[in-house]
């Protein structure tokens, strides 16, 4: 069993606790200011925060004290222990379980003699699953632990919080930043051309409602249909016609042709609403692609007339630039609970 100590986080005042995320604010703005920067930042392994942060530390492999810290941290389903170094006497071993890559983790000290001692941590904000990680790294070359987040609230973006590591924990700061953007149809697949027509504008519009609220009153009140008396029923005829292949949450509607789009399968994030279309009532099928529950894809929009597809379109949301940053003090995190 490890023994638990007490590390106390340094006395800080406001500005000295913000100035690591005034800086990654300063970072995020000036790259937001240069088109052809932004682009490379928010592509596939791009980063809005390089090179100001450095978010990991490499990883060491089986060190001598190994066996001992993996046994106090296993639990039913862990399969592996990682570590890396806060500093010259303090560690951080992690375990990653589940399909939404949990993590749980704890730091402590090695003595001469191999014991291991816990050291307190701050606690994450929240669970620590799928898009919310955290690890030790830099900021602005000075070591820190930094948690990050995708952001909630119906734009994309993403919330980082630093806690300066100086023997001691600091006060912790957190920067949010969110996208502008806009939804553009990138594929069109329709049996006739007027549903493509009048279809792709309201494509364009159902999605972005969805990125924004994810209800289905939102997404309705895009195209609101009249004098649709049962508009459930006609959801219901819609949802009975998914195959068992998609997990009965439906897939793009393309009439054998094959879309660039990688996920073509709607995943958990879907919702189905009644909407006009040129004076007829439709059923649209709001959704993004991904694997099972997991949404890792394009916005995907398939229109129904009666209980068969009309139209299916991809829409792309491009990201043009930076919408809001905000720094500030975190309120104390919620206990985790999993």
Known sequence: MLAAALSLAVATTDTTALAPCESLAAQVRSVAADAAAFGDAIKPGGDILAPLVVRAVPEVENPKWAAPAALALRRSGDSYVRFEQLDARVWRAWTVSGTLRCVDDLFFTVGADGALEQQAAPPPDGDLCWTHTRNIGRVAGAVALIETDALQGGYVGEAVTVTPWAGRWGEPCRVTFSYSDRFEVAEAFCLD????????????RLAEAFERNGNAEAL???????????????IAAVRATFSRETGGQGALATFGATPQTEFPDYSGSDVMVVVDLGGA????????????????????????????????????????GVREVKVFRPPPPEPRSR
Request: with cysteine; glycine share 12%; aromatic share 4%.
């Open 193 to 204: 051309e007027e549903p493509c027509r009048t279809g792709a504008p309201l494509a364009a």
């Open 220 to 234: 309705a009140a895009v195209a609101p249909a009249e004098n649709v008396a049962d508009p459930e029923t006609l």
């Open 281 to 320: 009532p439709v059923v649209a099928h709001v959704g993004v692609g991904g694997v099972g529950w997991r949404p890792i894809g394009d916005h995907l929009v398939t229109l129904y007339q009666g209980a068969l597809p009309v139209a299916g379109f991809v829409v792309r949301q491009r990201l043009t």
